[in-house]
């Protein structure tokens, strides 16, 4: 099969040019028990393959990237009996145990055993299987390699599909939208008659966009230095877009003395500093950018305790990957969630480079990828 692999991290834009992403023949695993064999139908660019690729998301190298796809199964490996061959599945980026303390406590997406696995680019159910022709390791990322024609993931890392939902739209649910939606829904609890501010509108924020549209009465706010973006996230149920330094103006004129729900998907400390002046009493921040592991945030401590802020981080939009996606579908389905805003084209995997040139100027939300192609 045919793979997207990152051996060196750290490269320098322009992308096109600099190739950090090499395509190379692998071959095909098998999986273990507890694992699928998927065949990939689409896969999604995200600005964490993008970390890994610049540097800001360390990970062990080489890997083969990409962690958000549509797939069909192809292979059981012996234990696994609730899907079958010829199913449609979406992947998720957390590989979910069931059993560890963060399981436990109803919160799957800080699985710990699913985080481990993560960081060495193994499996949950065991070692890396990927290897070069020449028997050389290559680490999985995040569980699913995606990048990829084909890729072996254990079974807690996809979500079955129904036949009637496109590879287009289907790939998206595994990490824009979980994540977006997620950080409103979830870990910000958004309540009827509220505001929100969202500050980057790449896929995530635009999900994050989304999901505010959909509780009642809401003013919503969209912030990102580009004219498109704010064109998009309006076209996505924004009542207001501007760019950054609108931002206080917006508020003031629309939402009184602040926000009662701040999110930030840009993945930048000096944009979280912003957003927790923008909250009103006893409001909330939802960080669920990734900052450069360097980044240090500096705030007045005061407005915790004096004014009732929080500071919320959100890993994968504290979702319940089983419990959100059918709903997020069936939201979908009744024409209440525009996700294929989200979708910008489709490329062969061949175009993987200068993709990321693209995402990095934001002149793509989210590119898919046909790996056979």
């Not at 292979?75 to 899907?83: E, I, Q, S």
Request: glycine fraction near 10%; charged fraction near 20%.
């Amino acid at each position: 099969m045919r793979a997207a692999l990152l051996r060196e991290a750290g490269a320098r834009a322009p992308y096109a040019v600099s190739g950090p992403l090499l395509l190379e023949d692998l071959p095909v695993p098998e999986p273990r028990a507890g694992e699928l064999l998927l065949r990939i139908e689409r896969a999604s660019l995200c600005h964490s393959d993008l970390s890994v690729v610049n540097g800001s998301r360390p990970r062990p190298l080489p890997m083969a990237l990409g962690h958000e796809a549509a797939g069909v199964v192809e292979a059981l490996g012996p234990g696994v009996t609730d899907l079958s061959v010829g199913q449609r599945v979406v992947t998720v980026f957390v590989p979910i145990c069931g059993s560890c303390r963060s399981c436990l406590a109803g919160r799957p997406a800080l699985c710990h055993r699913g985080a481990e696995s993560n960081g060495s680019g193994d499996l949950l159910h065991g070692p890396a299987l990927l290897r070069t022709a020449a028997g050389e390791r290559v680490n999985h990322h995040l569980g699913v390699s995606a990048f990829a024609e084909y890729a072996v993931v254990a079974r807690e890392s996809v979500v079955p599909v129904d036949d009637d939902v496109p590879a287009e739209v289907a790939a998206l649910f595994g990490c824009a939208a979980l994540t977006g939606m997620g950080a409103v829904f979830n870990t910000g609890d958004l309540q009827p008659g509220q505001s929100v501010i969202v500050f980057g509108m790449g896929a995530v924020g635009l999900a994050a966009v989304m999901a505010a549209a959909l509780v009642p009465d809401t003013t919503v706010i969209a912030i990102d230095p580009l004219e498109s973006k704010q064109e998009l996230a309006l076209r996505c149920g924004a009542n207001y877009a501007g760019e950054p330094a609108s931002a206080a103006a917006l508020v003031a004129e629309h939402c009184g003395d602040g926000v009662d729900l701040a999110v930030e998907a840009v993945g930048s400390a000096r944009v979280m500093e912003s957003c927790l002046g923008l909250l009103t009493r006893g409001g909330a921040l939802v960080s669920v950018g990734l900052p450069h592991p360097d980044q240090q945030l500096t705030v007045k401590a005061l407005q915790f305790a004096g004014a009732g802020k929080r500071l919320l981080g959100s890993y994968l939009g504290d979702s319940v990957p089983e419990r959100d996606v059918p709903r997020y579908l069936a939201l979908w389905r009744e024409g209440r969630l525009p996700i294929e805003l989200l979708h910008t084209d489709t490329k062969p995997l061949s175009e993987i480079n200068e993709s990321l040139d693209a995402l990095a100027a934001g002149t793509v939300v989210r590119r898919l990828f046909v790996p056979g192609e």
